[in-house]
């Protein structure tokens, strides 16, 4: 601050203001790379659940035997999949679903089938990761039970 004798003139040197613009310069550095990885860890987890609520959604198809048909998730391209119904041999896309900006799926192509009026499929591991290298698993039982770990 800056102070005359006799006469008081309050206010900031340019010194002092710099030395202010600078420090916020540091701090908004430091936040906003932590906010960007955070954003992308949060989109890998929910493209994560809306995988395992697709899975989900074919098994409870499939146990129910809904139209006679076996039902399943199989990708569609590493950043897409999809609901589907009828035979490993022709299946008939239900739905088509995409992931989260940036995020994709490692292990393409896939497909997990769950059997008409059981349920059950072969036990499979889906991982998806970020531009951070980060991943996320989907995991499938064999009783056709889906989580996300």
């Not at 900031?12 to 430091?30: H, K, N």
């Not at 395992?52 to 999949?81: C, F, M, P, T």
């Not at 896939?110 to 531009?131: D, E, H, K, M, S």
């Amino acid at each position: 601050m800056l102070f005359q004798k006799g006469n008081i003139r309050a206010g900031f040197t340019l010194i002092e203001l710099l030395v202010v613009i600078a420090v916020g310069a540091v701090v908004f550095a430091v936040v906003g790379s932590q906010m960007g990885r955070l954003v992308s860890k949060q989109a890998l987890l929910t493209s994560a659940h809306d995988v395992a609520l697709v899975a989900n959604r074919a098994h409870i198809s499939a146990r129910e035997a809904k139209d006679n048909q076996a039902w399943g998730i199989a990708s569609v391209s590493s950043n897409q999949y999809a609901l589907v119904s009828g035979s490993a041999a022709a299946p008939t896309i239900s739905a088509t679903y995409g992931l989260k900006s940036a995020i994709s799926f490692v292990n393409t192509p896939f497909a997990i089938w769950f059997g008409q009026g059981t349920g059950y499929a072969t036990a499979t591991v889906i991982t998806l990761t970020n531009p951070t290298n980060d991943t996320r698993q989907v995991s499938v039982s064999t009783f056709g039970t889906v989580e996300v770990p």
